[in-house]
């Protein structure tokens, strides 16, 4: 027990499918404000109150981004394609609309390009449409 505690390699893989799916719960839920229309209309106010170019076109993209991506998280199938669009979305929302302040109230955004990372590296785990589709080892 105590062997575990203390070595680098991971006690069990298998955790990433939760992280996986929470993750996608998380981004999925901020991508569904794409169907309310009060919603939509704050976040198209808000980037032309920010000077962002094309407001309503970069509101609807990043919330169906986000909405796509959370589901193709959550159910783990193209998983690094859809984590760098997120990261890119993320990275949109930390460093041009918002201040960098990943310490302050880019935080959760920081948190979640952090997650996205993750799952560039990482894949989405054995627990996946990606292992069951693209995995060699299955085709055998």
């Known amino acids: 027990m ?6 680098s390699r991971p006690v069990s893989e298998n955790w990433l499918i939760l992280i996986r799916i929470f993750t996608g719960v998380i981004i999925a839920n901020y991508g569904l404000e794409v169907i309310n229309q009060d919603k939509m209309n704050g976040n198209v106010a808000w980037l032309t109150d920010i000077h962002m170019p094309f407001p309503l076109f970069m509101a609807y993209l990043g919330k169906i981004a986000e909405l796509i991506g959370g589901v193709l ?19 949109v929302i930390i460093f041009v609309m918002g201040k960098g302040n990943i310490w302050g109230d880019e935080q959760l955004p920081f948190l979640l ?28």
């Not at 105590?2 to 070595?7: A, S």
């Not at 998280?73 to 990275?91: E, K, N, Y």
């Open 2 to 7: 105590l062997k575990q505690l203390f070595t």
């Open 73 to 91: 998280l959550l159910i783990g199938l193209f998983t690094r394609l859809a984590s760098i669009v997120l990261v890119i979305d993320m990275s």
């Open 113 to 140: 390009l952090l997650l996205f990372t993750n799952f560039i590296f990482c894949g989405a785990g054995k627990w996946s449409l990606d292992y069951l589709v693209f995995d060699r080892k299955n085709k055998h």
